[in-house]
């Protein structure tokens, strides 16, 4: 059964930064997109970023390009989001998910995490 487990996510003032970890167990990654999304009290849930387990590549949303890196480690079957010079609108549960589709749209994605809440203060 495949499972998703995010962690690093906590408090951290504006300007700081967080290291987030999908953990993914019970099946086999490379033919996935490793997604992350991000839905903050009010609003729907939208695209942050996603790497192509196989080749690594990477895309991200506009609003944290040059700010959150996607990275992941073969041998620990884990996805790391890097975020940078963190905003208070970056203030939302993170969710990490699969997707065999394309990965922009949440609909496509087949498994997901339980969510790891990250809090910017200003």
């Known amino acids: 059964q495949v499972q998703l487990v995010e962690s690093g996510g906590g408090l951290v003032q504006a300007g700081g930064s967080l290291r987030l970890s999908c953990a993914a167990s019970?099946?086999?990654?490379?033919?996935?997109?490793m997604g992350w999304f991000r839905q903050a009290p009010g609003k729907e849930r939208e695209f942050v970023a996603a790497?192509?387990?196989?080749?690594?590549?990477?895309l991200y949303a506009d609003s944290v390009k040059g700010r959150f890196t996607l990275s992941r480690d073969n041998a620990k079957n884990t996805v790391y989001l890097q975020m940078n010079s963190l905003k208070s609108e970056d203030t939302a549960v993170y969710y990490c998910?699969?997707?065999?589709?394309?990965?922009?749209?949440?609909?496509?994605?087949?498994?997901w995490g339980q969510g790891t809440q990250v809090t910017v203060s200003s």
């Open positions: 998910a699969a997707a065999r589709g394309w990965p922009l749209r949440a609909s496509n994605y087949d498994y």
């Open positions: 019970g099946g086999t990654f490379s033919p996935y997109y």
């Open positions: 790497l192509k387990w196989s080749a690594g590549s990477t």
